[in-house]
């Protein structure tokens, strides 16, 4: 096969991958680099549960190709927080009881995080939370606490900015 | 499923690709649409073209009468811009309701163009601008009107070795507004049943319509403007019994058809409200901006 090199930074570290020209985002970060907080369903960009962040940005992983974000940045649910260090939305997440089965919750979180940190410091109202994650399909139906969580972390974000 | 995916990395090198390849090649920005063609069967290019990454065709340049979108824009920098909140905010309304917030980080406006889907949100808009593509290609550039550009379902009059870099259009006359409206089943994440743009100019002492532009999508084979009905308004006093009879009009030269998502005449229906709404909204707009 028609293999090249693909050189991209997965929260903040290089990595250097082999891949075929038809290979996704999405498929190299679980099969090749092992992010397997990332996940797959419908591949067509519709339910958001394979969101990460390119250059800061929620895009859908599953129909980007890989080869498309050589030299990029891309930031998984793994590079956001861990456990002794959660990301406020994290915190919040786990606080409100937003997370069922969790299956969407790392493409629920990192969609929150791009859009909060496109206006630093905000508070949206419930509409534009649910407008927000709108590309991001809870099949649980637990939006209310997802949406209590999102407006919980903004809050604490926006407060903690302020002390600053 | 087997393609080279090229990276080229000026529009001069893109094209030389593209010639090179035909008729087995294909451009690639966001990917949204083509990666999601290519999964489900419906093309097989054998070389993928990515010109997402092309330099200064992602820029919104504002010069004194008039604005250049590079095609490479994104949904979401159209819905962020400052510039698109006063009269031009058809572009935010129609920009913010494309896909959700990681399909806008991405989707480029030149793609949704070039696609030429009857039911894009971002075409309509442009048509009620009056925009104008700048195309280039193997023979150099080239400028076309989107109304002549779009010819019909998917297609265009764009050769596949040609690229659209940037989309421009005059700024408005004082006493001006815009807007846009789209239906579908659901708030978001939805293609539209029927999308409606509306670009309203009133005389400078009266509340006539000077001017009219309206663009209607997903009621026909391809985005259109209701030209009798924008001609009807010209002179007409702006207010509900006139744009009612503007929205009969535009219904009346729509040509949608039933599928899955509504019916032919639910669809004319919708034209005729929503051609009335927007320009309400036009109108309430352009008094709100001189109060």
């Known amino acids: 096969m028609n293999r090249k090199i693909l050189n991209i930074v997965v929260n903040g570290e290089s990595h250097q991958v082999l891949i075929e020209p038809h290979w996704t985002l999405l498929q190299v970060l679980r099969n090749e680099i092992g992010m397997m907080g990332t996940k797959e369903n419908c591949l067509e960009a519709e339910c958001g549960v394979c969101t990460v962040l390119l250059d800061g940005k929620a895009i859908n992983s599953c129909i980007l190709l890989a080869g498309q974000v050589e030299g990029c940045s891309i930031t998984t649910i793994e590079g956001i927080g861990d456990p002794e260090h959660l990301h406020p939305l994290q915190e919040a997440f786990i606080e409100c009881g937003a997370v069922q089965c969790g299956y969407c919750i790392p493409g629920m979180i990192l969609t929150a995080k791009s859009f909060l940190d496109e206006n630093p410091g905000c508070r949206p109202s419930r509409d534009e939370i649910r407008e927000a994650i709108a590309g991001t399909l809870c099949r649980c139906t637990g939006y209310r606490k997802i949406i209590d969580a999102v407006a919980t972390a903004a809050d604490r974000i926006a407060l903690s900015g302020a002390k600053q | ?291």
């Open chain 2, 1 to 291: 499923m087997s393609f080279d995916l090229h990276r080229p990395a000026t529009v001069t090198e893109a094209v030389d690709l593209a010639q090179r390849f035909a008729p087995t090649a294909r451009y690639v920005a966001g990917g949204t649409d083509t990666v999601i063609q290519i999964n489900r069967k419906k093309i097989d290019p054998a070389h993928l073209i990515d010109v997402a990454c092309l330099p200064g065709m992602s820029e919104i340049t504002e010069t004194a009468d008039a604005f250049a979108l590079g095609a490479l824009t994104k949904y979401r920098s159209i819905e962020t811009h400052p510039a698109f909140r006063g009269n031009l905010r058809v572009l935010l309304e129609a920009a913010s309701v494309v896909g959700g917030h990681q399909v806008r980080n991405i989707a480029t406006i030149g793609g949704n163009i070039v696609n030429a889907s009857p039911a894009a949100d971002f075409v309509p808009p442009l048509l009620a601008l009056d925009a104008s593509l700048d195309i280039t290609g193997p023979k150099g550039r080239r400028s076309v009107a989107l109304r002549d550009f779009i010819v019909g379902p998917g297609r265009t009059n764009l050769s596949p070795v040609e690229i659209v870099t940037s989309i421009r259009f005059a700024k408005l006359p004082a006493r001006s507004a815009t807007a846009f409206l789209k239906e579908g089943r659901r708030r978001a994440m939805e293609i539209s049943v029927v999308c409606v743009a509306a670009c309203l100019t009133l005389e400078a002492s009266t509340s006539r319509c000077a001017s009219v532009r309206l663009a209607i999508g997903a009621a026909s084979p391809k985005a259109f403007r209701p030209q009798q009905a924008e001609g009807f308004l010209i002179g007409k006093p702006a207010g509900k019994e006139s744009f009612a009879e503007a929205g009969r009009l535009a219904a009346e030269a729509s040509s949608p058809i039933s599928d899955v998502r509504a019916s032919a005449g639910y669809r004319r229906g919708l034209v005729a409200v929503m051609v009335e709404r927007a320009l309400t909204t036009c109108l309430q707009r352009i008094r709100e901006q001189n109060q």
